[in-house]
């Protein structure tokens, strides 16, 4: 029973322990809520489509807290240049004050926040925290560069749907090396 749950998304990459069927998938990941009270808080990504359409269709209790890529919408957003949170006070926080790049950094980060805010952290050390973080290893970790050749090493985006996200984070031409099954 969390004081503070999240959930940002629900793709269908593990369905192999859930018999192959996706509902099966999503009861499991909705479970996080099922003992929450009022008093609790639900973070969710709220442009998650599965997300979006179980939040229809499921009684939840714990007060919602979306965050979203879409500027305007719920607790944190994104207005498309900052970070955007309506948490007892609004504050903003950019993209570039982060160590971070990419738009499922941006989701992870305005979660990590709202988390981290709900729970008593003050925006001095939550800024002061993003400015200094360092990402595990094998996620969009920088490699090196020769010749003028950025190389990262996203080695962690093991399924189709982290590897779009990882793409995503560069607007300049790359080359992609994959390897697997």
Known sequence: K???????NITPDHLDRYDYNMQNYVNSKFQLV?????????????????????????SVVPRRMPVSLK???GQAYFDGARMVF?????????????TLKGPHNLINTMAAVTAVRLAGGTVEA????????????????????????????????????????????????????????
Do not use: C
């Open 71 to 73: 500027s305007g919408t």
């Open 34 to 58: 099922e003992n929450m009270t009022q008093q609790e808080h639900f973070i969710y990504y709220a442009d998650d489509e599965v997300i979006a359409k179980e939040l229809q269709t499921r």
């Open 126 to 181: 939550i800024r002061k925290g993003l400015s200094t973080f360092v990402n595990a290893p094998h996620r969009l970790e920088p490699v090196g560069v020769i010749n003028g050749v950025q190389f990262v090493n996203d080695s962690k985006a093991t399924n189709v749907d982290s590897v779009i996200y990882a793409l995503g984070s560069f607007d300049q031409p790359l080359i992609w090396i994959a390897g697997g099954i």
């Open 2 to 8: 969390p004081e503070i749950g999240v959930l940002l």
């Open 86 to 98: 309506n948490l007892n006070e609004r504050f903003e926080i950019a993209q570039s004050e982060t």
